[in-house]
């Protein structure tokens, strides 16, 4: 069966989540986005964990509600401020392994992403005696990424790197990125939101297309595994739009280049401290000459409601005006992803306009020109040479 996938969200449990992130909303805003299988996230959490258990379980590993199917799923710190995201066969083994967790965290009861006393190689361990799986969360990001703290999975996990079950790729990097890198070429690599709101700009706003031999966490574990099942497509940001693309500097979001950033110790000229950005990190890393892995196709795209915005020339892309052409959209044609990836151009501009539908189209194609993002800041798009006159605006806010 094909499915479109979510796995890493947050609930309200989390810090510096919204209040909506409640699971009946996320089933309907789910579907409205084109999802078939959300990861619950924050499942250690007791309250959140006792929500799940009250939906309707169709098997081990997958809960229902309405018309949207859940797996347990949670987000990990370990004490080099890596964060891991896990699966869990079934609620029995989140239990399980809270109850191993427990004496290692200080806030396991209160935040929905806790932090343990464990280091990477520590907590894979319990992983695998527990039966989850595993991987570094959003693999690139400077500050709470696998590879802004270590140079290797073995560097994080010890003896347990061959353990790792797949790699998220995060909003600043893409599977060209993941690519330059040799030790993740039996690696499948996931899109995920890593969503803090249900709304439609957040929710999905990265997503995998794959293929399972069936709805189950062994499904999953059979694709990852290589033995059954696909991964048809990763549909994400292009890795220009992300916070962290490029070095840049912290306070005034001055770019530099990987040469300039070292000559100048990482300072910059304003006195700020400049993060070295996920393209340059890349390819400090690469061990490759240009031999690149062959993956699923990933389709850089930007949530609709953004691309609704920037064509009809607002900064925000939750105005009444946005909105109102979103729902049109979804009323007339379906849900977002199929209008995204795969209606016709002519539906879309039957619904809205010409110049919406043909902004899908640059984004499908790639004709889109991004500045990169840097030092915090996310990428912006930019006009096309003939619609100067409008204001450019950032494609993202902060969450």
């Not at 094909?2 to 699971?23: A, C, P, Q, R």
């Not at 710190?77 to 427990?102: A, G, I, N, Q, W």
Request: charged residues 30%.
């Amino acid at each position: 069966m094909e499915l479109n996938t979510d796995f890493h969200i947050h609930s309200k449990y989390s810090s510096g989540v919204s209040e909506k992130m409640e699971l009946k909303t996320l089933s309907v805003e789910g579907k409205k986005k084109g999802i078939d299988l959300l990861g619950t996230g924050d499942c250690l959490h007791p309250r959140w964990r006792k929500q799940i258990k009250e939906l309707k379980k169709e098997r081990e590993s997958i809960f229902t509600l309405g018309d949207m199917n859940f797996i347990p799923t949670a987000e990990v710190e370990t004490k080099d401020r890596v964060h891991h995201l896990c699966f869990f066969p079934s609620l029995s083994k989140v239990e399980e392994l809270y109850e191993r967790m427990k004496p290692f965290s200080s806030n396991i009861d209160s935040e929905g992403r806790p932090r343990v006393d464990l280091s990477g190689e520590e907590l894979a361990l319990m992983l695998d005696e527990t039966g989850c799986l595993f991987g570094p969360a959003h693999a690139f990001t400077p500050y709470t990424g696998i590879y802004g703290n270590h140079d290797s999975l073995s560097s994080a996990y010890g003896k347990f790197a061959s353990s790792v079950d797949f790699l998220e790729l995060g909003l600043s990097a893409d599977s060209s990125y993941a690519d330059k890198i040799s030790e993740l070429h039996d690696m499948v690599y996931l899109s995920n939101s890593d969503a803090h709101s249900p709304f439609p700009y957040r929710l999905a706003r990265e997503f995998n297309t794959m293929k399972l031999d069936e709805l189950s966490f062994e499904g999953i574990k059979k694709l990852f595994e290589g033995k059954k099942g696909e991964m048809i497509r990763n549909v994400g940001l292009p890795p220009e739009e992300g916070k962290y693309n490029e070095s840049a500097c912290e306070s005034c979001q001055t770019h530099h280049t990987f040469e300039e950033a070292v000559s100048r110790d990482w300072r910059c000229s304003c006195g700020g401290s400049i993060k070295k950005g996920v393209s340059d990190r890349v390819e400090e890393l690469s061990d490759l000459d240009g031999k690149l892995k062959e993956t699923p196709p990933y389709l850089p795209l930007i949530p609709l409601q953004e691309i609704i915005a920037k064509a009809v020339g607002h900064s925000s892309p939750n105005t009444k005006k946005v909105k109102s052409i979103w729902q049109d959209l979804i009323h007339s044609i379906g849900d977002e992803v199929e209008i995204l990836c795969d209606s016709s151009v002519e539906d879309i501009e039957k619904v809205t306009s010409e110049e919406i539908a043909n902004l899908v189209k640059d984004f499908r194609e790639g004709n889109v020109k991004i500045s990169p993002g840097g030092g915090g800041e996310y990428g912006e798009i930019l006009p096309k040479e003939d619609n100067r006159s409008r204001d450019g605006q950032r494609s993202l806010t902060d969450f």
